[in-house]
């Protein structure tokens, strides 16, 4: 799979190099079910229609640059995982966009035209709720036409649990809230996050969301084994409540399996 940056300086030379595929759109933060049921479906268009398949996402958040950097959204997997998974999912092609005022400025017609059209897509997928262009004028009812019928589109619906619509912001609310185990219903898998351990403290890597204070039943695994335990996060830090064997130390992984008590509110208000 290729990753591949895309802004305003270099979006021409790649229109040059693109070749015909089907795209999924959208930011895929944590790549839960809904995301992972809208590539799916560009994999199977794709091998029906014999063309690569590509991911069309954009960084920073939408949300954070349309804010006017009001709004910070606590990402939920940094972009390595991310590439990782894609890959496995059978993606040719990773395109990240550059999302900043002047492309969040485009009309919904100059964004079929440059980003998809001008990088060879033949069909999109996104789901039900997707829009492009300035103010999100722009939705898939119209995609069509704003390419002046040389993209075909395919709508997934809303992929729903418990009666509501699965969502990475859904998926962050529950992490705040330290309901990890409700995760592997959502994402498919229990939430991880890759830290460092330096044999005394925990050091989080960026782009991942720690679980709202409180203490947690959890998993430490590397590539020399494993172990579960208990730890305790305060003040958007990691602390173990027990030793950690040496085989541990450096890069690690913590699986997020329960939570066993909230955060006492004095540690909370400290």
């Known amino acids: 799979m290729e990753t591949i940056h895309i802004n305003r300086s270099n979006l021409a030379e790649w229109q040059k190099r693109a070749k015909p595929n089907v795209m999924a759109l959208g930011c895929f933060d944590g790549l839960h079910h809904g995301h992972c049921?809208?590539?799916?479906?560009?994999?199977q268009k794709a091998k029906e229609k014999q063309t690569d398949l590509a991911v069309m996402s954009f960084f920073p958040h939408p949300k954070t640059v349309i804010s006017n950097g009001k709004v910070h959204v606590h990402?939920?997997?940094?972009?390595a995982e991310k590439e990782a998974k894609l890959r496995k999912m059978g993606v040719d092609t990773f395109y990240i966009v550059e999302f900043d005022?002047?492309?969040a400025a485009l009309s919904p017609e100059q964004f079929v035209s440059q980003y998809l059209d001008g990088l060879g897509v033949v069909h999109a997928v996104?789901?039900?709720d997707f829009s492009y262009g300035s103010r999100g004028a722009g939705n898939l009812d119209r995609l069509n036409q704003d390419s002046g019928g040389r993209i075909d589109v395919t709508m997934v619906e809303k992929v729903e649990l418990w009666g509501e619509k699965i969502s990475s912001t859904c998926i962050r609310e529950r992490l705040l809230n330290g309901k990890v185990a409700e995760l592997p219903d959502l994402l498919g898998r229990f939430y991880e996050t890759e830290c460092e351990w330096d044999g005394e403290?925990?050091?989080?890597?960026p782009s991942y969301t720690l679980p709202g204070a409180g203490k947690y039943g959890v998993t430490l695994n590397n590539k020399s084994g494993s172990v579960q335990t208990e730890v305790t996060v305060i003040?958007?830090?990691?602390?173990?409540?027990?030793?950690i064997p040496p085989f541990l130390k450096g890069k690690l992984l913590i699986v997020w399996?329960?939570?066993i008590q909230n955060a006492p509110m004095k540690l909370l208000i400290s």
């Open 201 to 205: 403290v925990f050091i989080l890597c």
């Open 257 to 259: 399996q329960k939570q």
């Open 101 to 103: 005022k002047e492309f």
């Open 126 to 128: 996104a789901g039900f």
């Open 37 to 43: 049921t809208v590539i799916h479906t560009a994999y």
């Open 75 to 79: 990402t939920l997997m940094p972009l």
């Open 235 to 243: 003040q958007e830090r990691v602390q173990c409540t027990a030793d």
